[in-house]
């Protein structure tokens, strides 16, 4: 990698590019005017809602630890508690929970609860959790001919499980392969004719299944729906109103201060040529880690996902071929002194970026952590080599062969660069080792960068191609093979559906890194199924951006 991207960054001299060729896209302007820019103050609760929300968390935490006749329903105990967005607070409580039912699970005499709704259940939260369970439990639930019983057709809640459960397959599962296949065409035809709330729930998983959505969204989603159900656990429901409520004001303040971070650029003024997607990107952030504990990484990434779209967009749709010579040698330095030899619109750019990483890099000095922002730099440099390489490719009209162009891709679509710089301002468990192991292309990351990759090829390759833009996926596929553009959307799916089985492997125990780690890389998989599955909704600033925004920064949940 490191060879091919130090031969292409050699500067050409045999084409002359006037300055003013510019590959100007004309983005579309932000959708949240000054929305997020009112004052937002402290949320401080009374003592007796503090008193009441800590009460509330022992009580749930009880019945999580608390011995019951069925292991069967600990699982739906901690099922609810996922699902209502509450689980961070109880990790050690459901490790251990799911210890028992999974030594359960592999001793047979000892397991209860046959039927299909009790078995997907388990099945889906011993994988998500890395237990290596396998597949064949759903063997009892096929007929003579190998075919799924036609009796489940009628168990809609079993069957939407199955579903749910299929979506946690690894390579060479056939039978979770048949599952997807049958649950999907039954909950297809039932989908209208069953009653709120299970009628929503279908939706949502049809369009959404739970292994490819953000946690922040299920539980948004899901409080009204466990609500709806009318057999809930009171305390569980009322503690998940609340947490929702105390997360969302954090988020709230933490964007107010991000936003006035971006005003103070004046981006209309300095950068009229970008996408403005301050919002989308702290959101593109609280969809990596919305705990409150994680509030400091998430600013300083969020910050630096700013930083690099603009970035994206200088090589893009602005930065003229001589200028992003210079400007790739600058940022290969990372020194003020280099700041003279751009041009003004690349100086406030590069002086505000080395800001952001020293300020950073003053925070984590503090605990003996300065060497993660220093990788977090040469992250970042790397960034910039390989927007040149694609930047070189459009100045030569090249399109690259898919040997080529997949390397450089799947470093130029941001995924690795947010992995690391998400690791920054984490917790202990984050170490030398686990950035060392990122740099080193695992399979996780690489498997998150070829959704994110991927995605965005196939729906905005059209739209970039009418204004001058670096071939994409799509157009490298097409040409190599000689294949119609279906064609090649149909192969790249077929990456990206294997590409969730590579995560879906990478999670079970024992693991290459951290499991907090983990989440972070699956989590960014799921940020771009929600934003690029039929549309670029962050360039575009599309549906599923807006209402999901609002959804978690906007509109209150009432206790």
Same mark, same amino acid.
């Given at each position: 990698?490191?060879?091919?991207?130090?031969?292409?960054?050699?500067?050409?001299?045999?084409?002359?590019?006037?300055?003013?060729?510019?590959?100007?896209?004309?983005?579309?302007?932000?959708?949240?005017?000054?929305?997020?820019? /009112?004052?937002?103050?402290?949320?401080?609760?009374?003592?007796?809602?503090?008193?009441?929300?800590?009460?509330?968390?022992?009580?749930?935490?009880?019945?999580?630890?608390?011995?019951?006749?069925?292991?069967?329903? #600990?699982?739906?105990?901690?099922?609810?508690?996922?699902?209502?967005?509450?689980?961070?607070?109880?990790?050690?409580?459901?490790?251990?929970?799911?210890?028992?039912?999974?030594?359960?699970?592999?001793?047979?005499?000892?397991?209860?609860?046959?039927?299909?709704?009790?078995?997907?259940?388990?099945?889906?939260?011993?994988?998500?959790?890395?237990?290596?369970?396998?597949?064949?439990?759903?063997? #009892?639930?096929?007929?003579?001919?190998?075919?799924? #019983?036609?009796?489940?057709?009628?168990?809609?809640?079993?069957?939407?499980?199955?579903?749910?459960?299929?979506?946690?397959?690894?390579?060479?599962?056939?039978?979770?392969?048949?599952?997807?296949?049958?649950?999907?065409?039954?909950?297809?035809?039932?989908?209208?004719?069953?009653?709120?709330?299970?009628?929503?729930?279908?939706?949502?998983?049809?369009?959404?299944?739970?292994?490819?959505?953000?946690?922040?969204?299920?539980?948004? /989603?899901?409080?009204?729906?466990?609500?709806?159900?009318?057999?809930?656990?009171?305390?569980?429901?009322?503690?998940?109103?609340?947490?929702?409520?105390?997360?969302?004001?954090?988020?709230?303040?933490?964007?107010?201060?991000?936003?006035?971070?971006?005003?103070?650029?004046?981006?209309?003024?300095?950068?009229?040529?970008?996408?403005?997607?301050?919002?989308?990107?702290?959101?593109?952030?609280?969809?990596?880690?919305?705990?409150?504990?994680?509030?400091?990484?998430?600013?300083?990434?969020?910050?630096?996902?700013?930083?690099?779209?603009?970035?994206?967009?200088?090589?893009?749709?602005?930065?003229?071929?001589?200028?992003?010579?210079?400007?790739?040698? !600058?940022?290969?330095?990372?020194?003020?002194?280099?700041?003279?030899?751009?041009?003004?619109?690349?100086?406030?750019?590069?002086?505000?970026?080395?800001?952001?990483?020293?300020?950073?890099?003053?925070?984590?000095?503090?605990?003996?952590?300065?060497?993660?922002?220093?990788?977090?730099?040469?992250?970042?440099?790397?960034?910039?080599?390989?927007?040149?390489?694609?930047?070189?490719?459009?100045?030569?009209?090249?399109?690259?062969?898919?040997?080529?162009?997949?390397?450089?891709?799947?470093?130029?679509?941001?995924?690795?660069?947010?992995?690391?710089?998400?690791?920054?301002?984490?917790?202990?468990?984050?170490? #030398?080792?686990?950035?060392?192991?990122?740099?080193?292309?695992?399979?996780?990351?690489?498997?998150? /960068?070829?959704?994110?990759?991927?995605?965005?090829?196939?729906?905005?390759?059209?739209?970039?191609?009418?204004?001058?833009?670096? /071939?994409?996926?799509?157009?490298?596929?097409?040409?190599?093979?000689?294949?119609?553009?279906?064609?090649?959307?149909?192969?790249?799916?077929?990456?990206?559906?294997?590409?969730?089985?590579?995560?879906?492997?990478?999670?079970?125990?024992?693991?290459?890194?951290?499991?907090?780690?983990?989440?972070?890389?699956?989590?960014?998989?799921?940020?771009?199924?929600?934003?690029?599955?039929?549309?670029?909704?962050?360039?575009?600033?599309?549906?599923?951006?807006?209402?999901?925004?609002? !959804?978690?920064?906007?509109?209150?949940?009432?206790?």
């Amino acid at each position: 990698m490191s060879s091919q991207i130090s031969s292409n960054l050699v500067p050409s001299h045999d084409v002359n590019t006037s300055k003013e060729n510019r590959h100007l896209a004309k983005f579309r302007p932000s959708f949240w005017g000054d929305i997020f820019l /009112s004052s937002t103050s402290e949320m401080e609760m009374d003592a007796g809602t503090q008193q009441e929300y800590e009460e509330l968390k022992q009580e749930v935490r009880r019945m999580l630890v608390a011995n019951m006749d069925k292991s069967s329903q #600990k699982l739906h105990i901690i099922d609810a508690v996922q699902h209502l967005g509450v689980a961070y607070h109880f990790e050690k409580e459901i490790e251990e929970a799911l210890q028992i039912i999974y030594h359960h699970h592999c001793n047979p005499i000892e397991i209860d609860g046959d039927d299909l709704y009790t078995t997907a259940v388990r099945f889906r939260l011993l994988r998500e959790h890395g237990f290596d369970v396998h597949c064949g439990t759903f063997n #009892k639930f096929k007929d003579e001919n190998g075919n799924f #019983k036609e009796s489940l057709i009628g168990d809609v809640k079993g069957m939407l499980e199955l579903y749910e459960a299929a979506h946690f397959q690894l390579h060479g599962e056939n039978i979770l392969e048949e599952a997807l296949s049958f649950t999907t065409f039954h909950l297809k035809l039932v989908e209208t004719t069953v009653d709120y709330p299970l009628s929503t729930q279908i939706a949502n998983a049809l369009k959404r299944p739970l292994r490819k959505s953000l946690p922040r969204l299920i539980a948004r /989603s899901y409080i009204s729906i466990y609500e709806a159900y009318g057999t809930q656990d009171e305390n569980l429901m009322k503690f998940a109103k609340l947490d929702f409520k105390i997360l969302q004001h954090l988020h709230k303040m933490e964007i107010n201060k991000i936003n006035r971070w971006w005003k103070g650029l004046d981006v209309a003024t300095n950068f009229p040529f970008i996408r403005d997607r301050c919002v989308e990107c702290y959101f593109w952030m609280l969809g990596v880690y919305f705990e409150p504990h994680y509030a400091i990484a998430r600013t300083f990434v969020a910050k630096v996902t700013c930083l690099v779209s603009i970035l994206d967009d200088i090589y893009d749709a602005y930065g003229t071929y001589e200028e992003l010579e210079i400007f790739t040698k !600058a940022i290969q330095r990372w020194d003020t002194d280099c700041i003279d030899q751009l041009p003004d619109y690349m100086k406030l750019w590069y002086s505000e970026t080395l800001n952001v990483y020293k300020d950073m890099e003053d925070l984590m000095s503090k605990e003996g952590k300065s060497y993660r922002v220093q990788l977090a730099i040469e992250a970042m440099k790397r960034q910039s080599q390989v927007y040149f390489v694609e930047a070189k490719w459009l100045h030569e009209n090249y399109i690259p062969t898919m040997e080529e162009y997949m390397p450089i891709a799947l470093v130029s679509c941001g995924y690795r660069f947010i992995t690391i710089s998400s690791f920054v301002g984490m917790e202990e468990s984050i170490t #030398k080792e686990t950035f060392n192991w990122a740099f080193n292309d695992p399979k996780i990351i690489r498997a998150s /960068s070829i959704i994110c990759r991927l995605m965005s090829d196939i729906v905005g390759h059209k739209v970039e191609q009418e204004r001058g833009h670096v /071939s994409s996926a799509v157009e490298c596929y097409m040409k190599q093979y000689g294949v119609s553009m279906q064609k090649a959307y149909d192969e790249l799916y077929k990456q990206i559906n294997n590409a969730w089985k590579d995560i879906n492997e990478e999670f079970l125990k024992p693991t290459a890194a951290p499991t907090s780690a983990l989440n972070r890389i699956l989590n960014l998989a799921r940020v771009i199924d929600l934003l690029y599955t039929g549309e670029d909704a962050y360039t575009e600033v599309g549906e599923s951006a807006k209402t999901s925004i609002t !959804a978690l920064l906007i509109d209150t949940i009432p206790i």
